[in-house]
Structure formats: structure tokens, C-alpha cells
């Protein structure tokens, strides 16, 4: 009997990108808008779409550099940015939240595994209160889903 795999990808599946942009976005205005910047929302949104733009994926730490920089602030400030960002509150409470019970359901059918693409620290946080869910010999996070295709097909078959 063959066995059946059930992979999922974790952004906008199972976890609400969107919603936790705009919490760390928010967090982060507020930062710098006492660090004295104006405009601070717009400089977010034009710094994030660029990098996303450019690069296809949200990657924290090129985006608080790019940040820090557009905005003129010191770099002592990089690691309490990054804070706000992988802070486990603002990654928790974007989980979809009928997640815990599909996965559950969909546990009944196959194995089941991640087909994602991202910096692989923050995709795992993402997913941390539901990783026992998922095979972790399933667990395939890529920078590029193009490039990794063929790693994870070849894996797949052997």
C-alpha cells in the first residue's frame, strides 16, 4: 500500500501573514515614531515591499538593515526591532484558528508534512505549538520553492 503525504505550506494556510505583518509593522512604528522618525508606517511598507519585491520572501533581518538605514537610526537598535518581530506572542496569535482541528482531521488520511518557503528560524517559529503535527522527516522549508523542488522530489522518491 502506498503511503499517502498531506503537505502544507505555513503562510496563508496555516498561519495569517498578513495579520502578523501588521502587528510587528505596528510594533515597529510605534519604535520608531520615538525614535523621532516621521512617516515611519510609510517607510516600513516602502522598505518591506522592496525586499519582497527583490527578494520573493520576508527575511527579518535584511529588513530591520534596510530599516535602520532608510530611517537613519543607530544600529543598537537592529536587535530590539528583531525582537518585535520573532517575539513568540505576535507569531503565536497568527495561527489560523481552526488549525489545531484540521490537523488533527487531516492526521486520519496521511502523513503530514511542510512544503514551505522562507527563512527556515522563522517558518519553524511559526508553526511551533503545531510542529507535532507534522513528520519531521516532511519538514521542508526552502529559500527558493523553485530551486528546492527538485531537492524535495528527489527525496520524495528515494
Not at 516602502?46 to 530591520?64: H, I, K, M, Q
Not at 496569535?93 to 527556515?120: A, H, P
Not at 517559529?125 to 528546492?148: A, L, R, S
Request: charged fraction near 30%.
Amino acid at each position: 500500500m502506498k503511503k499517502r503525504f498531506i503537505l502544507l505550506d505555513i503562510d496563508n494556510t496555516l498561519f495569517d501573514s498578513t495579520s502578523y505583518r501588521e502587528k510587528f509593522s505596528d510594533k515597529i512604528c510605534t519604535v520608531l515614531t520615538k525614535q523621532g522618525v516621521s512617516n515611519a508606517a510609510n517607510i516600513c511598507d516602502d522598505v518591506y515591499t522592496s525586499l519582497r519585491v527583490a527578494n520573493g520572501l520576508f527575511a527579518p533581518e535584511e529588513f530591520v538593515d534596510a530599516l535602520v538605514a532608510k530611517a537613519g537610526l543607530p544600529l543598537s537598535l537592529s536587535q530590539q526591532l528583531l525582537d518585535i518581530i520573532y517575539h513568540e506572542k505576535t507569531i503565536r496569535d497568527n495561527l489560523y484558528s481552526e488549525i489545531r482541528g484540521t490537523l488533527m482531521r487531516l492526521k486520519e488520511y496521511g502523513i503530514l508534512g511542510i512544503f514551505s518557503q522562507g527563512k527556515e528560524n522563522l517558518q519553524r517559529k511559526k508553526i511551533d505549538t503545531i510542529q507535532h503535527f507534522f513528520h519531521e522527516d516532511h519538514m521542508h522549508i526552502v529559500e527558493n520553492k523553485e530551486k528546492g523542488k527538485s531537492r524535495f522530489v528527489e527525496k520524495l522518491i528515494w
